[in-house]
């Protein structure tokens, strides 16, 4: 009997002595080093069977499966294998893949060589210069809640697209400069920043799509400033990393090669009053200053935020503080004038060989008696020669709605002009750029704006411009003094445009030693191209025709292999067979002709037995080579006595005392049940159909898998 403090079981009751508290914390402390202990046991058991199959039924399974690899690997390398119509398929798929993937690219390049289009006179040695538009690459906000790995696979197949673009761009026409035009990324501006409030601010909130708005949260969680530097150096990979492609050393009497990509767009800060002050910052840290002026080929280039410089027009002006905003780049904007002649001086004072950068004249002076009415300065003043100015901005300067934009925007054609109307449709809504904006975007800037950069920046012979993704080619009004703009096309595929490009420029500006045009130099300096790149749409399609007719050609010829005693392509299936350590002869012995003796009534026979005589005649099978058919071969037994001639029964012919000849038992063979026979098993009678589908799998799976391999590496490789 248990003693009476115990529960039957040999344990304590709960009625022990013990305080509770003190009980449930000695329990915690036991439960848990129990449950460490089974943990420990049984990782100790899982490794233990591990290591033992590994060193046992393990290793023998694993050399049984590399020699069936082997040996599956070797029946397919011979040369009727090597050679067959599916691989001559699988030859033509990899022909259209790299000329869908790589040879296309270059092609399309090619066509736009500057010697195609450039007309300078003879002598003359432009500086070549590409703006690269909204590469805007794809990132978690471009398509939220597209599932894996659908959205993985249209960021790779995009940064291919761009990265394969830019590689020809680079060792095909080897820019002296390249600019971009903005929105580098798609999601920039919803990345946190490391410091800084990144909350949409009161008034804001409930701007936002509702589609945006549901994944505000799980973004701010999951995407900061970790994920933007990876997005960084993603853009570096596919733009900075192939810029030596197009060799280190400018064209002639160029001072160097450029990259310049500093021009902030919305996707990258945000607009107007929105626009994400810490965002910025960070942009400017690892991009440049968004405003600034460089001379490139005798012109002088201005760069201006315009999507952070437009929230000084915004209808919240007078409600929130937005200097910090927009007060950048209207300090710019006053000041740039003078930075146009500073900078101007300082390349012709290049060309003249003098130093760029002022020398001082050392000297020590009371302070209270110092001069600085006199110093020396690079701005010569108004009077002085200024190189024509092209303006870059990422959003367009305003029109009036309905402006078209002309022939090569790929959205809508021009509307067709009335008869006898010899100029465009105006207005002409389709063919142009919407005057509208929304949440973060505006499609283009207010007149306010517009004009007031005309007029800050000055002798603007030319604007480029993005954000709209297609190409547009305008004159402004005499309002915006009559000024060519050109917003180019985006160099992506997914922005919505069926054919993405990039724009070309050639510069030529010839001057003296003063900064001034030189006599007879032409008045046209700048001409550009547009350089349209491969629809990605079009070669999918390509891979859609090819993919059916290749499939409807396989199965015509599955058809046509039993039909017209085709080889096919499909292997017969191994014959699994014993270890060759077991006999594969049996020797026949008297006592084993039970099975061999032939049930008909012999003539010879007397006796009114129903048991033959072991003397009988009787039909033997001798074994023979199957390939010339297996059919039972009568062949009298021989009385066991001495033959003519006196030989001996052991003789030739195989035959021993008591022993029958030697039955080979072949492994390719099977027993006919209704023939009654032994035939060979390649002899297997199969219907039709079982080749004919077999035929199909065989071939569709190996067309299939080497021609999406091959698809897979070259999306690997870029």
Request: aromatic share 12%; proline share 8%; charged share 20%.
């Amino acid at each position: 009997m248990a003693p009476p403090y115990s529960n039957g079981y040999g344990y304590p009751s709960s009625s022990s002595a013990l305080p509770s508290s003190y009980d449930y914390g000695y329990r915690n402390s036991g439960d848990f080093q129990s449950i460490c202990d089974d943990i420990y046991a049984t990782s100790k058991t899982m490794l233990e069977r591990l290591w033992a199959y590994t060193n046992g039924r393990g290793r023998h399974t694993a050399w049984s499966l590399a020699v069936q690899a082997g040996h599956q690997i070797r029946r397919n390398l011979t040369r009727r294998r090597l050679l067959s119509f599916p691989h001559l398929l699988v030859a033509l798929w990899m022909l259209v893949m790299l000329w869908g993937e790589r040879w296309i690219f270059s092609s399309r390049v090619r066509s736009c060589d500057w010697d195609h289009w450039e007309d300078w006179p003879a002598g003359a040695t432009p500086h070549r210069l590409i703006f690269v538009a909204d590469p805007q690459i794809i990132d978690p906000h471009s398509y939220p809640g597209r599932p894996w790995p659908i959205n993985p696979l249209t960021v790779v197949i995009t940064d291919n697209y761009m990265r394969r673009s830019y590689m020809q761009l680079q060792k095909v026409l080897h820019p002296d400069t390249v600019f971009f035009l903005g929105d580098l990324f798609d999601g920039g501006r919803e990345w946190k920043t490391a410091n800084g409030n990144f909350d949409d601010p009161e008034w804001a909130k409930g701007h936002r799509p509702a589609e945006e708005q549901k994944y505000l949260k799980e973004w701010h969680r999951k995407y900061g400033e970790d994920f933007w530097l990876q997005e960084y150096k993603r853009f570096g990979d596919i733009f900075y990393d192939n810029w030596n492609l197009g060799g280190v050393f400018p064209g002639p009497w160029q001072r160097g090669r450029k990259l310049i990509s500093s021009l902030p767009g919305n996707h990258d800060l945000g607009f107007g009053a929105e626009v994400k002050v810490p965002a910025r910052h960070r942009f400017s840290a690892y991009f440049g200053e968004p405003n600034r002026v460089d001379v490139i080929g005798n012109h002088t280039f201005v760069s201006v935020d315009t999507v952070s410089l437009s929230a000084d027009t915004s209808n919240v002006k007078d409600q929130v503080d937005l200097r910090p905003i927009y007060g950048p780049a209207q300090e710019f904007l006053k000041e740039v004038k003078a930075t146009k002649r500073r900078a101007v001086q300082k390349e012709v004072r290049f060309w003249r060989g003098d130093l760029e950068d002022l020398s001082w004249e050392q000297k020590v002076e009371d302070l209270d008696t110092a001069d600085y009415s006199h110093l020396p300065t690079l701005d010569p003043g108004e009077d002085a020669p200024d190189f024509p100015t092209i303006l870059l901005t990422h959003v367009p300067l305003y029109r009036d709605p309905g402006t078209p934009c002309g022939p090569m925007r790929e959205h809508w054609p021009p509307a067709k002009p009335p008869k006898g109307q010899t100029g465009p449709v105006v207005p002409d809504h389709r063919n142009a750029i919407s005057v509208s904006g929304g949440y973060q975007y505006q499609n283009v800037l207010n007149p306010e704006d517009s004009i007031n950069l005309i007029k800050s920046i000055g002798n603007i012979i030319h604007t480029f411009s993005g954000d709209d993704h297609d190409y547009c080619e305008i004159v402004h009004s005499p309002e915006q003094e009559n000024v060519k703009e050109i917003t180019v096309k985006s160099l992506s595929m997914a922005m919505g445009v069926p054919t993405p490009g990039f724009q070309m420029v050639s510069l030529y500006n010839p001057i003296d030693s003063q900064g001034n045009p030189l006599p007879g130099a032409p008045k046209t300096t700048l001409q550009t191209h547009l350089c349209l790149l491969p629809k990605q749409l079009s070669t999918y399609m390509t891979y859609a025709v090819l993919g059916i007719l290749t499939l409807l050609t396989l199965i015509a010829r599955a058809f046509l292999v039993p039909v017209l005693n085709l080889q096919p392509f499909a292997l017969d299936p191994v014959q699994h067979t014993p270890s060759a350590i077991l006999p594969i002869f049996k020797a026949k012995t008297e006592g084993d002709d039970g099975a061999a003796y032939d049930a008909r009534p012999s003539s010879s026979m007397t006796s009114s037995s129903k048991f033959p005589s072991a003397r009988v005649s009787s039909t033997r099978t001798r074994g023979q080579s199957l390939s010339s058919g297996l059919g039972p071969q009568a062949r009298a037994a021989s009385p066991n006595t001495k033959g003519k001639g006196g030989a001996s029964p052991g003789g030739k012919w195989g035959w021993g005392q008591n022993r029958g000849p030697r039955i080979e038992i072949r492994r390719d063979a099977y027993y006919d049940g209704k023939e009654r026979a032994w035939r060979p098993a390649s002899s297997r009678s199969r219907s039709r159909l079982s080749v004919v589908g077999r035929e199909i799998w065989t071939t569709c799976w190996r067309v299939a898998w080497m021609v999406l391999g091959f698809f897979a590496y070259l999306t690997y490789k870029g």
